[in-house]
């Protein structure tokens, strides 16, 4: 009966080991493959700056405005689209009624302000 015990005790420990160093082959080749992203992501990170260092050396300033505008525009819609407690459907709809919403109170604002002019005779002022 002793035998039969260490021989299963012995079973056991061997299994543990073994799974321990898969374990830790799993790990080391994790940890590897991280490392290789990590690396290339501030590779990539890095060009980029130096790109974006390249037009922001220049004295004109518009090109820079327009494209901090435009990547503001872009990480908000992302943001907006990932968080949305809505479907894809319901938010187009939602964006667009918006955009409609936007535009005919400009049209309003336009043609209102359009109007005042002629009525106090400061149109061509």
């Not at 082959?25 to 390249?54: G, H, K």
């Not at 809505?86 to 043609?111: C, L, P, T, Y």
């Amino acid at each position: 009966m002793n035998n039969l015990i260490k021989s299963i005790l012995k079973t056991a420990v061997y299994f543990l080991d073994q799974t321990d160093r898969f374990a830790g082959d799993v790990r080391d080749r994790v940890s590897d493959t991280v490392d290789r992203a990590a690396n290339r992501v501030s590779d990539r990170v890095s060009a980029l700056r130096d790109q974006a260092q390249e037009l922001y050396e220049g004295e004109d300033h518009t090109m820079r405005n327009v494209l901090t505008f435009a990547a503001g525009v872009a990480v908000g819609v992302g943001a907006g689209m990932l968080l949305a407690p809505a479907s894809g459907e319901e938010i187009r709809g939602s964006i667009g009624n918006k955009v409609q919403d936007i535009g005919d109170r400009m049209r309003n604002r336009f043609s209102s302000s359009q109007t005042r002019r002629s009525a106090t005779g400061t149109e061509g002022i």
